[in-house]
């Protein structure tokens, strides 16, 4: 994976440096790590690599450590803590306050209906509310169609820590071409394996049997740390998967 262009905190962005998409008509969306200051200005409130998508004229600040910011929309893992009257208490990450996560926030759930989850419960779940003044709130259904689209409770397999930046080359569209994440394409043609990823830093893998999902986890997380190449991964996909 190619190099970010390294920006610093309170250092404008040069228009030079910002996408270009095919469509001058579509606006630009300003992502995480970064901050628009009228009329033109736009400066990193974090370091890090600048990351553009031409495509949907979007860019943000990609920080490989650091600490996770909820933002709206944004895709996480979360552990239940406690429970309230009306809501789930969530940890998103050591460093935020507990997210609320309502009881109605769940797909075909009423007021008698309430799910059932205990404390270390694991649910995957999408930001809905974030903003410095207000706790962060999360929920596990699409409210313009009530439907879940594969968020809520995860039973079984293991969960392991990522960086940020390893959490957003997982979720692109095609993370093994734009991420540079090969090494799951590798191990998949053997080991077939479900897996969440949170923006968080979270991903969560469950496999047939302790072994084998552990080497998946292990695989990303050692892709991450050592900051593996395709070939590198391709090396270390096939050692992991004769020791199994």
Not at 91 to 101: E, G, K, M, N
Not at 207 to 217: D, F, R, W
Request: charged share 20%; net charge neutral; aromatic share 4%.
């Amino acid at each position: 994976m190619a190099p970010l262009p390294l920006v610093l905190p309170g250092d404008p962005i040069a228009p030079g440096a910002l996408p270009t998409p095919a469509n001058p008509s579509v606006p630009l969306k300003v992502g995480p790590g970064l901050r628009y200051l009228p009329p033109d200005t736009i400066v990193p409130v974090v370091a890090g690599g600048l990351c553009i998508d031409h495509r949907k004229n979007a860019v943000w600040v990609e920080g490989t450590g650091g600490r996770y910011i909820p933002t709206v929309g944004d895709l996480v893992l979360a552990t239940v803590h406690h429970s309230t009257s009306d809501s789930f208490s969530c940890s998103i990450s050591p460093h935020t306050p507990f997210a609320s996560l309502p009881y109605l926030a769940f797909a075909g759930v009423t007021r008698k209906t309430r799910p059932q989850f205990s404390p270390g419960s694991l649910v995957y779940a999408r930001v809905s509310l974030a903003n410095k003044h207000m706790d962060p709130e999360i929920e596990c259904v699409n409210p313009a169609t009530g439907k879940s689209d594969g968020l809520g409770g995860l039973t079984g397999g293991m969960l392991f820590d990522v960086s940020l930046g390893m959490s957003r080359r997982l979720m692109m569209p095609n993370p093994s071409v734009q991420g540079s994440v090969v090494v799951l394409d590798e191990i998949a043609e053997k080991v077939p394996f479900e897996m969440a990823v949170g923006r968080n830093g979270r991903i969560w893998v469950d496999a047939e049997g302790i072994a084998k999902t552990l080497a998946v986890g292990r695989a990303i997380q050692e892709t991450d740390k050592e900051n593996l190449g395709v070939d590198e991964q391709r090396k270390l996909a096939k050692k992991l998967l004769k020791g199994l």
